[in-house]
């Protein structure tokens, strides 16, 4: 292998994270494990090619065969969503929103999302974000009293400050979005409505969650997490949108396209279109479910009381811990999870009073309900285990890394990649 020989630098780091992929288990939501033919198309000779524009509309000569792939993409994304239009240039998820509200949206207008704390994303107008550089954000919080969605609330605050766009959709909420209620206040208040479905992609196109792209005007969604494809954005929307939706990524906000990374989505986009998937994304929300419950009944408490999807969030305050502790202690034992603020958070974003627990990668991997229960027990055990002061840490940690070392190996990542 050339790169071992001319780099060991970059090498040595690359067969790492595989080992460290390989010998955990990896639970945070956002994260999967992307197939050899989704890595190979992406590690191919497109890296090299150029193709500023859109098929038949380029700014390089030599883009015959990179036009025939993002056709490929786009008709694919198409089809397994039943969009009428679709971009798949966006390099991110953040990207694709960026376009969708620069395309409709004049700086200083209102738009309203979920408040980050509260399950919403950065760019769905978080201060440190353009998107709250930009517009006038009006944050959706969750009710106190079960952590869910009030859509009364919803309709009262777009009623109050009749925000341009709408923007549904969560990096961190676990239940069922109602796409037709929202979509129902922003036609009475005339206001755009966008669904940003990152995490939740792979479940729509299996049919597992809602769909929103019949009631939105946009649905923006990532091509990694559950759709366990490349790291990459896609924008869907009406035909009527399209001609802005695509001058705005190209030339508004993006150059070139990353033709390798689009070749990638394209396989993620057939492989998605299997009984195959359909039935892992089936395992991948019984398996949430599974896990969340089984936490819950060894005392933690679970955010919003289950899931409706791939991912949940435990509040770990009730065991002394803060979010940034707990994501500490599982890491020692090889389980990767984020800290992350919950919902009426007293913690920092830094610290937080959470974590955020997903089930898409161990599921790639094989693992059902009977493992979920096993790593609840790890995780439940751990983190109590280290909450009291004269506990005995050192074999909670060994008896963790245990149960680790053998799901992993039983369950095994990549075994024709090279360690």
Request: overall charge positive; hydrophobic content about 40%; proline content about 5%.
């Amino acid at each position: 292998m050339t790169l071992k020989k001319n780099d060991f630098d970059i090498y040595s780091l690359i067969k790492k994270e595989l080992r460290r992929q390989r010998n955990g288990l990896e639970l945070i939501a956002s994260e999967n494990f992307a197939s050899a033919d989704v890595m190979a198309a992406q590690g191919s000779v497109l890296t090299n090619k150029y193709a500023e524009g859109y098929p038949g509309r380029r700014y390089y000569g030599g883009c015959e065969y990179v036009d025939g792939v993002e056709d490929i993409a786009r008709e694919r994304v198409k089809k397994l969503f039943g969009a009428e239009h679709a971009n798949v240039q966006p390099h991110s998820g953040t990207q694709a929103n960026m376009a969708v509200y620069f395309a409709v949206l004049n700086p200083g207008d209102t738009i309203m999302g979920m408040h980050l704390a509260h399950g919403g994303h950065l760019s769905h107008g978080h201060p440190a974000s353009f998107s709250g550089k930009y517009f006038k954000v009006i944050p959706v919080n969750l009710r106190k009293k079960d952590m869910l969605l009030d859509y009364n609330e919803i309709k009262t605050l777009a009623r109050k400050h009749r925000p341009k766009l709408i923007v549904a959709g969560s990096s961190s909420y676990s239940r069922v979005i109602d796409w037709r209620r929202i979509c129902s206040v922003a036609k009475s208040i005339g206001a755009y409505f966008m669904a940003d479905i990152a995490h939740y992609a792979g479940l729509v196109a299996a049919g597992i969650y809602p769909s929103p792209v019949p009631y939105a005007d946009f649905v923006t969604f990532t091509t990694h997490k559950t759709m366990r494809g490349p790291r990459g954005g896609v924008i869907l929307c009406k035909n009527k949108f399209a001609k802005d939706i695509d001058r705005t990524i190209f030339p508004g906000t993006q150059g070139g396209p990353l033709m390798h990374v689009i070749a990638a989505k394209a396989v993620a986009f057939k492989e998605a279109s299997t009984a195959g998937f359909r039935k892992y994304q089936s395992q991948v929300l019984a398996n949430a479910r599974v896990l969340a419950a089984s936490l819950e009944s060894r005392g933690l408490k679970i955010v919003s009381g289950g899931t409706d999807s791939h991912m949940f969030m435990v509040d770990v305050t009730p065991v002394g811990l803060t979010g940034k502790d707990a994501q500490a202690i599982l890491e020692s034992a090889g389980i990767t999870v984020n800290k992350n603020s919950i919902p009426y958070d007293k913690q920092s974003p830094a610290v937080g009073s959470g974590i955020r627990i997903g089930t898409p990668a161990v599921t790639t991997r094989g693992m059902k309900e009977r493992e979920m229960e096993i790593i609840g027990d790890a995780i439940s055990s751990l983190l109590q285990k280290h909450a009291l002061a004269a506990a005995p840490k050192n074999m909670a940690t060994a008896r963790a890394q245990k149960i680790v070392r053998t799901l992993a190996s039983k369950f095994p990542l990549y075994p024709n990649l090279k360690s």
